[in-house]
């Protein structure tokens, strides 16, 4: 009974902080009510037993992403303009896609899956150990180069170039650095 | 808590991403979308895999790390797609994906 009180407050606040992230108008509020989501999700993992991706949710996620997100967000908005700068195009027609996709789904979760099943679980981690080590090893290594992979490109792609020639026509932010 | 529950959480989670990503012309944005579409896909690989394990003593893990993964290539792409907006923003000094319509300036 507690268990299900507590996974329905959890599952609101995700759903909630959520529907903000993609309904806000102030790009910075979507991004920190994206957080809440995030930390939302980390809960529900909690409460089924995957503790290990509870933990891994939290330092990926909230530790990782959001702060490269919000540094996003900072440095490519001006202070003045962040109120107008989450614009929607279309809200009627993707509602109605959105609507569409969320009413199939439900369908097929409330029509198709036996509806006793509970999903408490003991904790597991020490099994994903094991096979990330052995069964999944390949996927493990490739994921390891792949890292190394990302953190040369992302620097790389980032990386401040001055380019003499094209200095005057390459927008505001040129004036801004110098 | 049972897997209908999980799920439905799951598929609202991808029905918001969904209409993140289709209505949003900033690029942030649309990336934050994504993201949230990637949690939900998280949440029913867990679910799923907490469903289908024979019993609580053995139970199956591959939803599991098939989650872990995705974590990885979420952070990942994050962070090449945020090295990318950043690269655009400086030449074209706009995110808005309305305006970015040539390859080169």
């Not at chain 1, 109605?96 to 981690?125: K, N, Q």
């Not at chain 1, 996927?139 to 170039?161: E, Y």
């Not at chain 2, 998280?42 to 895999?49: D, R, T």
Request: proline share 3%; aromatic share 8%.
């Amino acid at each position: 009974m507690l268990n299900s009180v507590i996974f329905f407050c959890v599952a609101a606040f995700t759903i909630a902080a959520a529907g903000v992230t993609a309904f806000s108008h102030n790009i910075v509020r979507s991004a920190f009510a994206l957080l809440g989501a995030l930390i939302g999700v980390a809960g529900l993992f909690g409460m089924m037993g995957a503790d290990f991706l509870a933990v891994v949710q939290m330092m990926v996620y909230v530790g990782g992403v959001m702060v490269l997100v919000l540094f996003a967000v900072m440095l490519t908005h001006r202070i003045r303009d962040v109120n107008i700068s989450n614009q929607s195009m279309n809200p009627a027609a993707a509602a109605v896609i959105s609507a569409a996709t969320l009413g199939m789904l439900l369908f097929g979760i409330w029509e198709g899956i036996p509806s006793d099943t509970h999903l408490e679980h003991e904790s597991i981690t020490p099994l994903i150990g094991e096979n990330l080590l052995s069964t999944y090893l390949p996927a493990f290594l490739v994921a390891a180069i792949l890292l190394l992979a990302v953190l040369v490109g992302a620097v790389t792609i980032a990386r401040h170039r001055t380019h003499p020639k094209t200095a005057g026509t390459a927008g505001p932010a040129q004036e801004e650095r110098a | 808590m049972t897997v209908q529950s999980v799920l439905t959480v799951a598929a609202v989670l991808f029905s918001l991403g969904l209409y993140c990503v289709l209505t949003r012309k900033n690029a942030v944005s649309i990336l934050m979308g994504v993201e949230l579409i990637l949690n939900a896909a998280n949440l029913n690989f867990v679910a799923f895999s907490n469903f289908v394990g024979p019993s609580v003593a053995e139970p199956e893990v591959a939803g599991h790390v098939f989650a872990v993964m995705i974590i990885v290539l979420a952070a990942a792409e994050a962070a090449i797609a945020l090295a990318i907006i950043l690269a655009i923003f400086r030449r074209m000094g706009t995110v808005e994906v309305d305006n970015l319509n040539q390859l080169r300036e």
